[in-house]
């Protein structure tokens, strides 16, 4: 391995435990119970508006969507408005449907810019510079999915993201910190400088935190719809902040932009119906190929934790994963074969060669042969009374996007376009690679591993989940669903427990300090499992963050994730705050 690539692995490896580092305050997130619905977020402030909405008589994509607004207010390092997202839809009447509002490359973008004269990536560019900034989609998802599908209107659902940004919320521990740490990145954007910081000094615990332009942008938005985002003075602050720094966003672009209405990717997982994001996202793919290559196994017997149920899982991750790096991408644009990757054949076939006593080595798992056919993000679940269920993943890719606050409009911009294959074969911001499938094109989606997942038992959603964490975003995901299928965990066990990740290359193990017991440890190495690296699992680390609600007996279950700050909230306890 050459010494760049290692230094590449390492630097990967400490800016996803990096990203979940934050300090965490308040009480511990407990999962909590309510029979009128639920809410669960990364932003106790962002819950309670949703939680709130479903109080006031709005269905969970209300309550979903007001989430979203309020996340981009309370939770600026991924809730956003100049970023993307994807929401995974279940209506009480059995409709499922998905919105994709990703980002996309801007017109002018091509396939080498990220690449200098000798044909090398340039440092920083796809991540850390106007270049590096996909067209927004948020605002527009976010709204087709109010008008189609919600309850209420735009004004009742975005007037508590305003509030929250005019007049401004005390900043707990958590956010003052992670502003605090990123002063040095800000430092660049005057913009930023001027959000992020108390007239100059970092913010302190405590302090009120007020987003005047940003509250601005709402109310335009508020006020005309899309218009107020990807036309007039918003647009023009957009494509003004790109003129500054050489970026690619023109106008044409921004009214050019329109969220897709997508068929959820839908597998089945031993008698219970998985439904999940498609392309351009690699999470449902992955998600249904893993389980469908599981389910023959009894996991259940194996155990929780056990060496041979972890070997299973790890070699199921690092099929999937390699098949991501050669055949996924934007199905708009490249013949992504969806209907045999998440076929329960193509799954016998692509685990075929599994030795129960082996670990395989990454460089000798190619792709799967298929005939040709055509450090940030957020996660929130919600379900209503009425049946319906909302997983809504969203993200500005690294934590505050590429840090740049677009003057006089008050919001980041996402570092979306690393998500591209820059370069056939390179690592991204990940350690993900990519091949033509997600090479840049004008206009095209970058390859996501977003995964808002419902699980669905006799038609009815049991559960929603779903998570941040960049590549480890379909295995955390993965984990959440088996650990309530395969063990029958609660849903409190089923977040918290202990997570692994494996990601085909590079050929390692990330896992959570107790993942694994010292003798799971010692089987697994003998297996020939290499390179088991442990991440520190504390309050505020560790992999993945899976707000996540389950249906039970008792009513709607929410539980944030333990790893962070977030919260679970029911429309009950809103009513009870809201007096
Ligand atoms: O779409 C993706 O897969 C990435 N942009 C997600 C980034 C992410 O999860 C960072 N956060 N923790």
Not at 17 to 37: E, Q, R, T
Not at 149 to 171: C, E, N, T
Not at 472 to 501: C, E, K, W, Y
């Amino acid at each position: 391995m050459s010494t760049s690539f290692a230094n590449r692995l390492n630097g990967s490896i400490l800016l996803i435990s990096s990203m979940f580092f934050g300090l965490a305050h308040g009480v511990a997130p407990k999962a909590l119970i309510d029979d009128g619905g639920m809410v669960a977020s990364r932003s106790a402030l962002a819950t309670e508006v949703g939680a709130q909405i479903l109080a006031d008589g709005g269905n969970a994509i209300d309550a979903a969507v007001a989430t979203g607004f309020a996340l981009a207010v309370t939770y600026p390092s991924a809730g956003n408005l100049g970023g993307g997202g994807f929401m995974v839809i279940h209506l009480a009447d059995g409709t499922v449907i998905a919105n994709d509002h990703r980002e996309r490359a801007p017109g002018a973008a091509s396939k080498d810019m990220f690449l200098d004269e000798e044909g090398q990536l340039v440092k920083g560019l796809s991540t850390a510079s106007h270049l590096a900034v996909g067209v927004p989609g948020t605002v527009a998802g976010l709204l087709d999915v109010l008008a189609r599908y919600g309850r209420l209107d735009r004004k009742r659902v975005m007037q508590p993201a305003i509030d929250l940004a005019a007049k401004g919320f005390v900043l707990d521990r958590d956010l003052a910190a992670q502003f605090a740490r990123r002063q040095d990145v800000f430092a660049k954007h005057p913009a930023s400088v001027a959000v992020f910081t108390n007239e100059g000094a970092p913010y302190r615990m405590g302090e009120l935190f007020v987003q005047t332009d940003l509250a601005n942008t709402l109310r335009r938005i508020q006020k005309h719809g899309k218009a107020g985002f990807y036309e007039g003075e918003t647009a023009d602050l957009l494509v003004a902040e790109m003129q500054r720094g050489g970026g690619l966003i023109s106008h044409q672009d921004l009214l050019g932009y329109q969220s897709s209405w997508r068929e959820p990717i839908r597998g089945t997982y031993r008698g219970h119906e998985i439904v999940s994001m498609p392309p351009p996202s690699s999470g449902g793919i992955l998600l249904v190929q893993m389980l469908n290559m599981l389910e023959p196994y009894d996991i259940a017997s194996m155990g929780y934790g056990s060496a041979q149920s972890i070997h299973l899982m790890i070699e199921a991750e690092r099929r999937a994963y390699a098949d991501r790096a050669e055949h996924l991408g934007d199905a708009d644009f490249y013949p992504v074969p969806i209907k045999e990757l998440i076929s329960k054949e193509y799954a016998t076939k692509r685990f075929a060669n599994f030795d129960a006593k082996r670990a395989s080595i990454s460089a000798d798992i190619g792709a799967g042969e298929i005939p040709a056919e055509s450090l940030e993000t957020t996660h929130a679940s919600v379900m209503d009374k009425d049946g319906n269920a909302v997983a809504y993943t969203t993200t500005l890719n690294l934590s505050y996007g590429a840090k740049m606050v677009v003057a006089g409009a008050g919001f980041l911009l996402n570092n979306e376009m690393d998500d591209f294959s820059a370069k056939e074969n390179s690592p991204n911001a990940f350690g993900l690679i990519g091949r033509k499938a997600n090479a840049i094109e004008p206009g095209k989606r970058m390859l996501s591993s977003m995964t808002p997942t419902i699980v669905r038992k006799d038609g009815k959603p049991l559960l929603v989940t779903g998570s941040p964490g960049g590549s480890t975003i379909i295995t955390t995901t993965l984990q959440v669903v088996m650990n309530v299928i395969d063990h029958g965990m609660s849903l409190s066990d089923a977040v918290s427990s202990p997570r692994f990740h494996h990601q085909w290359q590079p050929d390692r193990v990330m896992h959570e300090t107790y993942a694994f017991s010292p003798d799971t440890q010692a089987l697994l190495e003998s297996m020939g499992h290499k390179q088991l690296i442990a991440i520190p699992a504390f309050y505020g680390g560790g992999i993945g963050d899976a707000n996540s609600v389950m249906h039970i007996d008792q009513g709607f279950q929410g539980m944030a994730d333990p790893r962070n700050a977030g919260a679970a909230m029911g429309p009950g306890r809103a009513q009870r705050s809201a007096q």
